[in-house]
């Protein structure tokens, strides 16, 4: 079956970095567009990072600009999310997500059809 395992996360101080992991498994990963969301309690998971499957081109919401990059490897079957310059705003569980197999690049939730099981992320002011 599918798998999408992500790790990385932890507690950081303002103004540090982490890097996130999700190592999939049991699909296509070459073909497929990945996500990064992340979703605080009380509001909808949100859209943070997203890289094509065609072109490797990446994309990212305004708020990470310049301090999230995130990277594929598709001999690892997976996808990383560096974060630098950690806000208290980016305290989030980060979910990585799998688009269905070769569709064009989106970063609507509803395009993703596979969920790893989230990653908290807790960035201390």
């Known amino acids: 079956q599918v798998q999408l395992v992500e790790s990385g996360g932890g507690l950081v101080q303002a103004g540090g970095s982490l890097r996130l992991s999700c190592a999939a498994s049991?699909?296509?990963?070459?073909?497929?567009?990945m996500g990064w969301f992340r979703q605080v309690p009380g509001k909808a998971r949100e859209f943070a990072a997203g890289i094509s499957w065609i072109d490797g081109n990446t994309d990212f919401v305004d708020s990470v600009k310049g301090r999230f990059t995130i990277s594929r490897d598709n001999a690892k079957n997976t996808v990383y999310l560096q974060m630098n310059n950690l806000k208290p705003e980016d305290t989030a569980v980060y979910y990585c997500?799998?688009?269905?197999?070769?569709?064009?690049?989106?970063?609507?939730?509803?395009?993703?059809?596979?969920w790893g099981q989230g990653t908290q992320v807790t960035v201390s002011s």
């Open positions: 997500a799998a688009s269905g197999l070769g569709g064009a690049y989106s970063r609507e939730i509803s395009k993703y059809a596979y």
């Open positions: 049991g699909l296509t990963f070459s073909t497929r567009n």
